[in-house]
């Protein structure tokens, strides 16, 4: 017989959350059937590409030992580090530890922070609690994980603030009582929108080998304003680079909330990448998110989570990004962007500028083997679709792929972009929003026939 499987966990069992769960949701399986060690290596992997789900849930088996072993500290880290992008039940987790001194020292001012920034943000969807994952998970004959599980997860009474039972397991909800304003909070429905394009996206059969997808989605920031459904955009192109375009699942590399290292690396991984194929791969970069201008030379940068708008030094020169791409010894480069270098954020708040005005930046030099899409031109701002739940550049591209079903030409796909994006804006935003093609010049015309795939 199973012996019971106590934890002390905080609301998480129905907290909410704003995120999609997908990038996690193998992990989760893996942990259903029993098969913990799987489940702690791919949390693992998707912790090595900053997913913030993937964080919080090894946070979670951190502090409590769930298929590795207990480390409060290494705990913390990880609830912080997905806190700190904007997740919510990562946020209460951090709260939860500065409150009780778990991982680090007891700081109410802390705990009081956290758990504001948690009422904000939160909202009223549930994520899976992988602490009764693992206490229901299947047994094979040769699971011994039960044999330590009451070890494992011993229980202060004095902690405990109501419990629910369920079969012989006991789920602990929050040592912290919830306050009326977050019942309040949790009281309000919030309808979740889907869009067209995220659902019954075209699948095709062949897949190419010799293409690769990098998708950079940063929409929590640390110290500016978020880029609203930057994470939709870029989990939903990344399903259509896999099921439409035909890019095997390990030649996708997609970064959520990317720091600056984060670019670093993936820029690195990708030279080596396209060194390795001699020259026969292909490549589609994606960037959703904030970019920025320097006030003093006009310049461009990306801005990566963890950079600050006054300190370019933090972000990533557009310049250099595009000569790093354009140094690949590469069949084809294709970069897309849904940003705009103006200063402004996709909500049309200013990000930099004392003068609050938009900024009209330097076009940066880009090499003449590299296509360019931008979503906007000059001092324009790229907007969010609010309908749709994606940034309007991004939402006529996902439409387009998923007409064609992948087999458009980059003329045809700029066109509809552009056409869809100038008429949307003005009407939807009374704003213009052009977006701009750079092609490779040295190829004349050619570029017009090249496809995503």
């Not at 990344?238 to 990317?258: F, M, R, S």
């Not at 083997?369 to 309007?392: M, Q, W």
Request: aromatic fraction near 10%.
């Amino acid at each position: 017989m199973r012996k019971v499987f106590l934890f002390i966990f905080s609301l998480t069992s129905i907290a909410s959350y704003a995120y999609n769960l997908e990038s996690v949701e193998k992990a989760l399986q893996e942990m259903r059937l029993g098969h913990v060690e799987q489940s702690i290596s791919l949390l693992k992997k998707l912790v090595a590409v900053n997913d913030v789900s993937a964080q919080y849930y090894l946070g979670n088996c951190l502090e409590h030992g769930i298929g590795i072993e207990k480390d409060s500290k290494a705990a913390f880290g990880m609830y912080r580090r997905a806190a700190e992008r904007g997740f919510p039940p990562a946020m209460q987790e951090l709260s939860r530890c500065y409150n009780n001194g778990i991982g680090v020292n007891k700081n109410q001012s802390r705990a009081d922070e956290w758990i504001e920034r948690f009422y904000k943000k939160n909202d009223n969807s549930t994520i899976p609690n992988i602490a009764e994952i693992y206490a229901n998970r299947e047994f094979s004959l040769n699971d011994t994980d039960s044999e330590n599980i009451d070890s494992q997860a011993p229980i202060n009474n004095d902690n405990v603030n109501g419990t629910i039972k369920k079969d012989n397991n006991v789920i602990l909800q929050s040592s912290q009582t919830p306050s009326p304003k977050y019942t309040t909070y949790l009281n309000k429905q919030m309808e979740k929108k889907i869009s067209d394009v995220d659902v019954d996206i075209p699948k095709i059969k062949n897949t190419n080998q010799n293409l690769f997808a990098l998708i950079i989605a940063n929409e929590n920031y640390q110290d500016v304003a978020s880029v609203p459904y930057a994470l939709n955009d870029g989990e939903t192109f990344a399903k259509y680079c896999q099921n439409t375009l035909g890019i095997p699942e390990t030649n996708l590399h997609l970064v959520k909330d990317a720091t600056l290292n984060n670019i670093k690396r993936e820029l690195n991984l990708m030279k080596k990448i396209a060194e390795a194929y001699k020259g026969e791969a292909s490549f589609i970069v994606y960037y959703a998110g904030h970019g920025i201008p320097d006030e003093k030379t006009r310049d461009s940068f990306l801005m990566p989570v963890d950079g600050f708008p006054g300190d370019v030094s933090t972000c990533f020169s557009l310049k250099d990004f595009y000569t790093a791409l354009g140094s690949l010894p590469s069949s084809k480069t294709i970069v897309l962007l849904d940003a705009c270098f103006s200063g402004a954020s996709r909500e049309g708040g200013m990000l930099v500028s004392a003068r609050g005005v938009a900024m009209k930046t330097k076009a940066a030099t880009i090499p003449q083997n590299l296509l360019v899409i931008s979503s906007a031109s000059g001092d324009e701002t790229s907007f969010p679709y609010d309908e749709k739940r994606h940034g309007l550049f991004t939402y006529f591209l996902l439409k387009k792929l998923k007409e064609s079903q992948g087999n458009a030409n980059i003329l045809s796909i700029m066109d509809y972009i552009h056409s869809n994006v100038t008429k949307t804006s003005i009407v939807v935003n009374g704003k213009s929003q052009t977006p701009v093609i750079t092609p490779p010049s040295e190829l004349g015309d050619d570029w017009k026939n090249w496809k995503l795939n």
